[in-house]
């Protein structure tokens, strides 16, 4: 059964720095996968953050591009997220996503706020 799990959540204070881990379970070729991060703030619809394909181009909403980094380590199925210069509208649960053809597995979320 495949697992996401993310970790690295917490609070941070404006303009601080913050690295998400999305770690991978039970999955076979993990490198076929298109990475996703989404996130949910209270009383906003789920966004796309970042995104990197199996060939490590990238794509990031303009919110956060210049400021947010999308990585993977295929050798350890893991994936992150690493957050500069955080603002209080980066407040989110946020969300890893494996994508590959029909495959879609999604992770629980972990809860980032942003403290002025």
Not at 12 to 37: D, E, H, N, P, R
Not at 40 to 54: C, D, H, I, N, Y
Not at 59 to 77: E, H, L, Q, W
Request: charged share 15%; hydrophobic share 35%; glycine share 10%.
């Amino acid at each position: 059964q495949v697992q996401l799990v993310e970790s690295g959540g917490g609070l941070v204070q404006t303009g601080g720095s913050l690295k998400l881990s999305c770690a991978a379970s039970g999955i076979t070729s993990f490198s076929m996968y298109t990475i996703v991060w989404h996130r949910k703030a209270p009383g906003s619809q789920r966004e796309s953050v970042a995104t990197m394909t199996p060939t490590k181009n990238t794509i990031y909403d303009d919110s956060v591009k210049g400021r947010f980094t999308i990585t993977r380590d295929n050798a350890r199925s893991t994936a992150y997220l690493q957050m500069n210069s955080v603002k209080a509208e980066d407040t989110a649960v946020y969300f890893c996503g494996l994508l590959w053809g029909s495959n879609h597995y999604w992770g629980r979320g972990t809860q980032v706020t942003v403290s002025s």
